[in-house]
């Protein structure tokens, strides 16, 4: 066996229109309105802020409300 002989890469067929990434970066920008406001003072701060706002979003079961539209 050579150096090489590990799969690196698992290839994902995605949506067509990339809806799981569009939903990605809507939750991102809840996230960044609803959550990281104001300066962090560090990672463990930071890594506590996202921590109660993930627990919040998950327990009100948040929903995106994505649709693709050609229009």
Known sequence: MGKYDTVLFD????????SWLNIAEIELSVLSRQCLRGRIPNKSALVHQVAAWQ???????AKVDWRFDTT
């Open 55 to 61: 627990k919040e979003r998950n327990q009100s079961e």
């Open 11 to 18: 290839i994902q067929i995605t949506p067509k229109h990339g």
